[in-house]
């Protein structure tokens, strides 16, 4: 299928191919749906092994992206970027420089925050060549650090899919197996640990389990074996794609709620969640604590409302699970369910012009 037939099968509206041979830069930018607002979306920083690799990456981020910002009640559309170096040794003032240009080009229709391989320092970088960055530094007038947000947003969330297992959202005396300890996934263990949950841990970089064990008791599983852990949630916070009809059988848990992107394989895997009575909190509402605390940079930030807006996200997974039960289907069909019907409401309210409407006000 060549790309605009993809582009055309999932209603995406822009995709930008962007070379600077000077800087070195190699980058895709992709915009899904505008319905709701401007775009926003990460720029991942990644060594692609093939081009088609990187435009399958983008085009899904992009997509979910929407999903999330509709779910989570943002007037925000999605997009993505990736760009296709190692950030370890191809990452230069100058592309970076060469990248925000780009963005700037598209005059407010993307606005960019970090994401895999990219950092604040990144992204005030970018800031240099275009105003439509977020997830700056709070003395730069931003947000901070993402994952502390992203982080509460996926503690809130396992909250509501506790309650709805055991009638009580709490953490103490819970068992949490987390796969990858990242920036998010490290974060969610510190705080579920502070909430009394015992935390399992799986990283396949052991400078990140050395740097975790520093700080508080965790216990510590092989990368392979952390799917098959029992435990009353098992949390996926490294990459996607963890969740299919090869894994999804090994799974010893009550509930899979956790941060990383895609973590369906494809909608097989949500229906044998689904069939095995495994509570699945969709990944783009869950992991949208970091969407909804940059987003707020847009319009003044106010980290108590920011924190409130993240906590919202308990409300949201309950919402989705009463709709699943009621429906009788799998969770993320219930959640993208919500999200659509969302964008489609409003694209019968915006076929009325309105004059300097803006589409930031909440």
């Not at 995709?15 to 980058?27: C, E, M, N, T």
């Not at 064990?213 to 963890?242: M, N, R, W, Y």
């Not at 990383?260 to 969640?273: F, M, R």
Request: include cysteine; proline fraction near 3%.
């Amino acid at each position: 299928m060549n790309l605009l037939d993809r582009m055309s099968e999932h209603d995406y509206e822009q995709v930008l191919f962007a070379l600077d041979d000077p800087s070195g830069l190699k980058a895709i930018i992709a915009i899904h749906d505008t319905t709701l607002g401007p775009a926003m979306g990460g720029v991942r920083f990644k060594a692609y092994a093939t081009e088609e690799e990187a435009l399958k990456d983008v085009l899904q981020l992009s997509r979910a992206m929407t999903l999330k910002a509709s779910a989570a009640g943002l007037n925000l559309g999605g997009g993505q970027a990736v760009i296709l170096a190692d950030s370890a040794a191809g990452k230069s003032e100058a592309l970076l420089r060469a990248f925000g240009r780009q963005i700037q080009a598209l005059s407010g229709r993307l606005f960019v925050a970090e994401d895999l391989g990219t950092t604040v320092e990144d992204m005030e970088t970018i800031q240099q060549e275009t105003e439509y960055v977020a997830g700056l530094r709070k003395s730069r007038g931003g947000s901070g650090e993402p994952s502390l947000k992203a982080a509460y947003g996926v503690i809130r969330g396992i909250g509501a899919c506790l309650l709805h297992v055991h009638g009580d959202p709490g953490l103490r005396g819970r068992v949490l197996a987390i796969q990858g300890v990242g920036a998010v996934g490290r974060e969610i263990a510190r705080q579920a640990s502070e909430e009394g949950a015992r935390v399992i841990v799986a990283d396949k970089d052991p400078r990140r389990i050395d740097d975790l064990k520093k700080h508080f008791e965790v216990q510590v599983v092989s990368p392979d074996h952390i799917l098959e852990t029992e435990c009353d949630v098992f949390c996926p916070c490294a990459l996607g794609g963890v969740l299919s009809e090869t894994t999804v059988p090994r799974l010893r848990a009550k509930i899979v709620a956790g941060a990383a992107n895609n973590q369906l394989v494809d909608e097989n895997a949500g229906k044998l969640l689904f069939e095995r009575g495994i509570i699945y909190a969709p990944d783009f509402v869950i992991s949208a604590g970091g969407l909804i605390n940059v987003a707020e940079e847009l319009t003044g930030y106010d980290e108590n409302l920011a924190t409130l807006r993240v906590g919202k996200l308990y409300q949201r997974i309950e919402a989705i699970l009463k709709v699943s039960e009621e429906r009788k289907i799998p969770t993320h069909l219930a959640a993208a369910q919500m999200a659509l019907e969302r964008l489609e409401l409003m694209r019968k309210v915006r076929r009325t012009y309105v004059p300097n409407a803006s589409s930031l006000d909440r």
